[in-house]
């Protein structure tokens, strides 16, 4: 459970700092205790060789959904850091949407672990394409 | 080593299509046998909330290098897909350059594992930012 | 969906030949389609500095069980190689029992994702002590 | 640097308390700043259904190489955790000899980052079959 009422708009307001966020047209979707979720646009400006969203950009987005889940129970003064992160890319990503969600599975008091995915939605039909393991640090002042 | 001339000219021509790399403004910098450089600059509309990288593009452009650094050894025919990567983020990147460097450790004839590194240059000191460990996959015909 | 009938007895004979699993003690408790259980009883021949079960211990049966998961839906002439597996351990494992399960993420021809966890009974309680994404590989004949 | 000059009696006196590693045979050969070598002799006992090393032996060899390793440059009272590893198995490992390198790439006061390789030798020749990305986390009092 957040420790503080105001978790969501700290989420909102640092998430609308990320500039890189803005430049591949992520939107932040849904904010709850310990779930975040982001949805992107695909677009050929974020294409890789053959097409397809390129691999750092659904890293991008699952990474930073992990993070501000991670946040969203970490307490009021604290920033977030990712530390490390594990991604295992399940499809080739396209179509209309790519929606990145993350999820604490254990939170501490430094250290959150989440777990992440990202799934595509083309013709109506959802695809997991990434599944992601994270850990998280809790920071107090700035990163 | 790669077992045909060309690898090199595989290499930039399947960079040059990879559209998010030139929405990141990243350079092909060196392409050996096993070894690939990318730069970046970082650039404002390339950050998260605190103005360092986001950890989204770092991984990007080291996963970029390590895919093609895989590629280089590869048979001619084959496309190279990022099966899985895990990366620690060791210090903020920020800076003048962001040097990305893929190595290959051990290439197979289905799956090739790389390490990666992203280092910054700030006021001409480098600094490792980002260590990568990935397993890249060779496919033959389109991915 | 197994291609074969036989597939958990060719799991249970691959289990029964690995003296590792009989050193630790390990007992495969469940087969099935995409997830297999491995239970096993911590033993002071197993711990680490402070008491605990030895993380290695832990990974042991947790991969185990993920490449048996794998293996049920490879084809029947299929072994399977772990090609690679990140870890997080979220907790000491101590108590009466540990559970490894192995579930099957996304099943291909060539490689197989799993996910796997390890849960720790101690007076009746469970926690998960570990969360495990790795990747297997099929390999046809003798590994 | 290590802060004081007990830091291998440290590591020392910690192995020897770890009973697992008595249970496979493990060697503690070296221990530096910032550097542990352990060695295993493979025996029948600690072998998968192919007769070579279990993968969970050469990742719990190799993950306390790393533990120690990072002990040795935290401050004298503290505890080493592993918080996650990732690992890539790179040849089946056999032969008369399994070295465990553990090696420091970054360290911090509550988190350190080790890289770590396992090589065996047979017939003289050494091959490296196991390489690895782990986060350390230092704790005060008993972990």
Same mark, same amino acid.
């Given at each position: 459970? %957040?420790?503080? %009422?105001?978790?969501?708009? $700290?989420?909102?307001?640092?998430?609308?700092?990320?500039?890189? !966020? =803005?430049?591949?047209?992520?939107?932040?979707?849904?904010?709850?205790? *310990?779930?975040?979720?982001? @949805?992107?646009?695909?677009?050929?400006?974020?294409?890789?060789? &053959?097409?397809?969203? &390129?691999? *750092?950009?659904?890293?991008?987005?699952?990474?930073?959904?992990? *993070?501000?889940? #991670?946040?969203?129970?970490? @307490?009021?003064?604290? @920033?977030?850091?990712?530390? @490390?992160? $594990?991604?295992?890319?399940?499809? %080739?990503?396209?179509? /209309?949407?790519? !929606?990145?969600?993350?999820?604490?599975?254990?939170?501490?008091?430094?250290?959150?672990?989440?777990?992440?995915? #990202?799934?595509?939605?083309?013709?109506?039909?959802?695809?997991?394409? =990434?599944?992601?393991?994270?850990? !998280? !640090? #809790?920071?107090?002042? /700035?990163?």
């Amino acid at each position: 459970m %957040p420790r503080y %009422p105001g978790f969501e708009s $700290k989420v909102r307001e640092s998430f609308a700092r990320q500039q890189f !966020m =803005a430049t591949v047209g992520a939107e932040l979707i849904r904010v709850a205790p *310990g779930e975040v979720d982001i @949805e992107l646009r695909p677009d050929p400006r974020l294409t890789q060789q &053959h097409g397809f969203l &390129h691999a *750092g950009v659904v890293i991008a987005v699952v990474d930073t959904a992990c *993070g501000y889940a #991670a946040l969203t129970l970490m @307490e009021e003064s604290a @920033e977030v850091l990712t530390v @490390e992160l $594990k991604v295992n890319l399940l499809a %080739p990503a396209t179509g /209309e949407s790519l !929606m990145a969600r993350g999820r604490v599975l254990r939170s501490g008091r430094t250290l959150t672990v989440c777990s992440g995915e #990202a799934a595509a939605t083309a013709d109506g039909t959802e695809t997991t394409v =990434a599944t992601l393991l994270t850990t !998280m !640090m #809790a920071v107090r002042g /700035e990163a």
